[in-house]
C-alpha cells in the first residue's frame, strides 16, 4: 500500500491523533473563530512573525481550521499526483479564480498580456475575463471558438500569452477539454493551464495528474454540498516553471498566493465556513458516487422521452465530449484487485423540454422537489434555466440555448426524482404551479411560519 486512500485523506485530512492531543483530545478540527493569535512575549511574536516557529499571527495570514481545510484540498486534489500540491482557500469560488489569474497579468513582464480561454464558462468567469481584465485593465480575451480543437487553441497563442483557460467539466454544457492535450499546448508555450474542475471533484478528475498546472474550485458547490457557506480553492503543483514569470511565484503558488496576493487583497475565507466545508467535504466520494449514478439514471429517463428534444450530460453517448468523460472521469479508488474501476459523469444535467423557452418555465414551474435556486452540487436537488438565472449576464443563444433546463441531481432518491420530472413534463391541465397547488408527487409539509 502507497498511503491513505482518497476517502481516508478526506476524512482525516491532516487532522491526527497527535493534533487531537494539543485540542484536548478533541475528535474534530476545532474551529478557530478568533481573528489574532497571542504571544507570550515580543520575541515569539518577531519569530512567528518572521516565519522562524510555527503560529498563525493573524487571520488573514493564516488560521488553524483554515488551515485544516487547505491541507485537505491539497491532499483530494493532488491524490495520485506524482508531485507536491499545495492550495489556498478563499471566501468564494470566484475568488479563487481571480487568486489564480491576476499575478500572470502583471505588465511588468511583458508589454500588454493576452488569454487564451474556452468561453464554455460559467457567467461570472466571462464577466471577469470580459469586463475586469478586459475592459479595465486592457487585457485582450481570445475566447476560442471550439474549445475542441486544440489547433484553435494554439493559433491564438503568441508571446505575450499568460495562460490557457478552461472549465472541465463546463457548466452548464457539461462540455470536458482534453486536458492532455492543451497540458502539451501549455508546456510549449511556457505558460500555465489552468482548469476549473468544480464540476468534477478531485473525486472523479483531478487535472494536475492529467497534465494541468493550477487547478480552482468553487468549494460552494459539491465539496460544501450542505449549503452553509461559500468558498473557493486554488491548488497547484510545487516546481512550476512559466516564461517570464519569476521563481518566486512558481515554485510553491499556492504558498506564494497565502504569503502575497490574498493577505495583501484580503480573500481569505473565514474560519467558520472553513469549518462547515471540512464537515462537508469529508464524504465527498460517497456523495458524489450517489448524486452522479443518480444523474445518469435522470439523464437516460430524459432521454428516451419524446417530449424531450435534446439532454445534456457527458455519461450519455449522444453527449459531444461523451469520449473525453470515458477517458476521464473515474470514480476514484473504484478499481482494484477483482474489480473494475467504473466511471461516474458527475451531477449536472441540462434538458431542453419540446415547445421552446415557454415549456423550459413551465417544466421549472411545475417541479415540486427540485428546488428552483441558482446553486448545484448541494445535496438538495436544484433546477434553473441557465438562461434566466446563472448565465443571464452573457445573453444571448450562444453558447448556453434560452430553453435549457439544467438540474443539479442531489442525493434524494432518484425515482422520486423521476417522478417529480415525469409530472412535471406531462401535467397539461393547468396554466401555473401556484395557481393548482402542489402536485400529488410530493405532499407539501405544513409549516408554521413566524413573521
Ligand atoms: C464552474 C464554476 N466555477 C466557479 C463558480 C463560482 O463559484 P462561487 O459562486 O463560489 O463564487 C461557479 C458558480 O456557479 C461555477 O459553476
Not at 457567467?123 to 476560442?144: A, L, P, Q
Request: hydrophobic share 40%; aromatic share 6%.
Amino acid at each position: 500500500m502507497t498511503g491513505p486512500r482518497f476517502a481516508t485523506l478526506a476524512v482525516r485530512g491532516s487532522y491526527n491523533h497527535e493534533a487531537a492531543a494539543h485540542n484536548l483530545g478533541s475528535l474534530g478540527e476545532p474551529a478557530y473563530l478568533a481573528t489574532a493569535q497571542h504571544f507570550d512575549s515580543a520575541e515569539t511574536m518577531r519569530a512567528t512573525a518572521a516565519g522562524e516557529r510555527e503560529g498563525w499571527v493573524y487571520a488573514r495570514r493564516g488560521n488553524p481550521t483554515v488551515g485544516h481545510l487547505e491541507d485537505t484540498v491539497a491532499a483530494l486534489e493532488g491524490y495520485q499526483v506524482d508531485a507536491e500540491v499545495s492550495a489556498a482557500v478563499t471566501t468564494t469560488g470566484m475568488a479563487a479564480i481571480t487568486l489564480a489569474t491576476t499575478p500572470f497579468l502583471s505588465t511588468a513582464v511583458g508589454a500588454k498580456p493576452n488569454i487564451v480561454a474556452s468561453p464554455a464558462c460559467y457567467g461570472s468567469t466571462v464577466m471577469v475575463f470580459d469586463k475586469r481584465y478586459g475592459d479595465e485593465r486592457g487585457v485582450s480575451v481570445r475566447w476560442v471558438d471550439d474549445p475542441l480543437s486544440v489547433d484553435g487553441w494554439e493559433r491564438h497563442i503568441d508571446e505575450d500569452t499568460r495562460f490557457l483557460y478552461a472549465e472541465s467539466p463546463s457548466n452548464p454544457m457539461v462540455q470536458l477539454v482534453d486536458i492532455p492535450a492543451l497540458a502539451e499546448l501549455a508546456r510549449w508555450a511556457e505558460i500555465p493551464l489552468i482548469i476549473d474542475a468544480t464540476l468534477a471533484t478531485p473525486a472523479l478528475m483531478r487535472p494536475l495528474g492529467l497534465g494541468a498546472d493550477i487547478v480552482v474550485h468553487s468549494l460552494t458547490k459539491a465539496a460544501g454540498a450542505s449549503g452553509r457557506s461559500m468558498g473557493g480553492a486554488v491548488i497547484a503543483r510545487h516546481g512550476l516553471q512559466f516564461r517570464g514569470q519569476p521563481a518566486e511565484m512558481t515554485t510553491n503558488f499556492a504558498g506564494y498566493l497565502r504569503s502575497g496576493p490574498m493577505r495583501d487583497m484580503g480573500s481569505v475565507l473565514s474560519p467558520f465556513n472553513a469549518w462547515t466545508l471540512l464537515a462537508d467535504i469529508r464524504e465527498l466520494r460517497a456523495r458524489v458516487d450517489s448524486m452522479s449514478t443518480s444523474a445518469l439514471r435522470v439523464a437516460e429517463y430524459l432521454a428516451n422521452r419524446s417530449d424531450v428534444v435534446e439532454v445534456f450530460y457527458p455519461g450519455l453517448p449522444s453527449h459531444r465530449t461523451h469520449h473525453l468523460a470515458k477517458r476521464d472521469m473515474w470514480l476514484v479508488d473504484s478499481g482494484g484487485p477483482g474489480r473494475d474501476a467504473v466511471n461516474r459523469f458527475g451531477f449536472l444535467l441540462g434538458f431542453r423540454p419540446a415547445g421552446g423557452v415557454p415549456a423550459a418555465h413551465r417544466v421549472m414551474d411545475r417541479l415540486d422537489l427540485f428546488w428552483r435556486a441558482n446553486n448545484l452540487g448541494q445535496v438538495k436537488s436544484t433546477v434553473t434555466i441557465p438562461a434566466i438565472g446563472t448565465h443571464q449576464q452573457i445573453g444571448g443563444d450562444e453558447p448556453v440555448p434560452s430553453d435549457m433546463v439544467r438540474l443539479s441531481v442531489g442525493l434524494e432518491h432518484t425515482d422520486d426524482l423521476i417522478e417529480d420530472l415525469d409530472q412535471a413534463l406531462t401535467r397539461r391541465d393547468v396554466a401555473g404551479r401556484r395557481s393548482t397547488g402542489p402536485s400529488e408527487a410530493m405532499p407539501e409539509i405544513a409549516v408554521d411560519r413566524v413573521e
